[in-house]
């Protein structure tokens, strides 16, 4: 008797135990659903959109037409090219090497904003900021200059954003409507040069008003981690990035299709993994929105009300709409309602400034500095709404002033 209760009662502790790894196995899959829906919010969105328009426009092989396949696969190549650099070391280098030319605070600052600033003219903004904002937050904290992290990473954001709205891949907006334009290299340069240029004398402005510039620094404190990129690596990288901005450029000298066979087949011999380190997420939030404005223009009721919201109010639209659903989106949605691209490109790319979520790059700075310091999330969300709000109001001052 004694021998069946012990076993019956060892019985429902398995049960128990059972049941218990069901349930942490549930939660388990409850936590890990909800961080991806809470860390890929706009490619829910996108595919939450794409599925419900369909209702309406019912799918058929018109769909295919929808998908800008140009644009995907100049920006596939780009990731991977920037990956693979980023990788390699060789943004680490650079900026290793200029930190350790500086002598003073201010002049440690001025360079931590503005690579970001002028990287993201070349590896988009979101890239700069991975690489750069983690680089500011060890030397600043190997600096002993801690309480300039908040500040200083706002104004790498800021950078970061503003810098990469000068070319055509300096982010995936840009890229997106370069694409179907029609404008030159030059032309695209030409138009947003003006908002660079402003933006480039507001950050070294800002950057007056940071405490402490005309400390001195020492050697120690300023040098930065050291890497050995492989130089043939980066030789090889460096080419077929040279060979993607040709495609942008020079779309008929170079075939995008010509460039995502090369990149391939290079990463494939010299780095497989990186293959495995791209953003796809983004790429298929594109394709989301792509089939999602393709239903919504070929809704006449929608078209119209959308085209009479957008046309001859691209840039405060474009801005407007930017600050709810963030720019990629905004450039995606609104592309399809007006003709005049060129001030679509000033309205999504000013439109980047203001909220958090107005650039999901900027979302990329607050974790960063975040995850490292918890208890800045108030001070960082405070400083970073109201200095890029104040960069907004001035952009577009100038732009319906001067431009």
């Known amino acids: 008797m004694r021998f069946t209760q012990g076993f019956n009662s060892w019985g429902n502790r398995k049960i128990e135990l059972g049941k218990e790894y069901v349930l942490m196995e549930k939660n388990g899959r409850r936590e890990r659903v909800r961080a991806f829906l809470k860390k890929e919010i706009v490619l829910v969105a996108a595919w939450i959109l794409a599925v419900f328009s369909a209702f309406f426009v019912p799918p058929d092989p018109a769909y295919i037409n929808y998908i800008d396949f140009k644009s995907l696969g100049i920006l596939w190549s780009l990731m991977v090219i920037v990956a693979g650099l980023q990788k390699n070391g060789l943004f680490d280098m650079v900026g290793s090497s200029l930190l350790s030319r500086t002598e003073y605070l201010w002049q440690l600052v001025l360079l931590l904003v503005l690579l970001p600033f002028f990287f993201g003219m070349l590896i988009t903004n979101d890239v700069a900021l991975i690489t750069f904002v983690p680089f500011a937050i060890y030397i600043l904290k190997r600096s002993k200059k801690e309480g300039l992290l908040v500040p200083v990473v706002v104004f790498q954001t800021l950078a970061a954003n503003l810098g990469s709205m000068m070319t055509p891949i300096g982010n995936p907006q840009n890229l997106y409507l370069y694409g179907i334009s029609g404008m030159e290299v030059t032309e695209f340069l030409l138009l947003m040069f003006p908002y660079t240029l402003l933006s480039f004398l507001l950050l070294l402005v800002g950057i007056l008003f940071l405490p402490g510039k005309k400390e001195r620094l020492t050697k120690e404190k300023n040098s930065g981690k050291k890497t050995v990129p492989d130089g043939r690596k980066n030789l090889f990288y460096g080419i077929l990035f040279l060979f993607a901005v040709m495609t942008v450029a020079f779309p008929k000298l170079l075939p995008y299709q010509l460039l995502l066979l090369l990149v391939f087949v290079v990463f494939f011999i010299c780095d497989r993994s990186v293959l495995f380190h791209v953003d796809y997420f983004l ?104 200095v890029s709000i104040v960069f907004l109001g001035i952009l577009l001052l100038m732009h319906f002033v001067v431009m």
């Open 283 to 386: 790429l298929l939030t594109f394709t989301g929105f792509f089939i999602f404005t393709g239903n919504l223009g070929s809704m006449e009721f929608v078209k119209d009300f959308m085209t009479s919201v957008v046309e001859g109010h691209e840039v405060p639209a474009a801005a407007a709409f930017s600050q709810v659903i963030s720019n990629v989106p905004a450039a995606l949605l609104l592309s399809g309602f007006t003709k005049e691209t060129g001030k679509l490109v000033i309205g999504v790319n000013l439109g980047g400034l203001g909220t958090l979520i107005a650039s999901m790059a900027s979302l990329i700075s607050f974790k960063l500095l975040t995850d490292e310091y918890p208890g800045k999330k108030g001070q960082y969300f405070l400083t970073f709404t109201w």
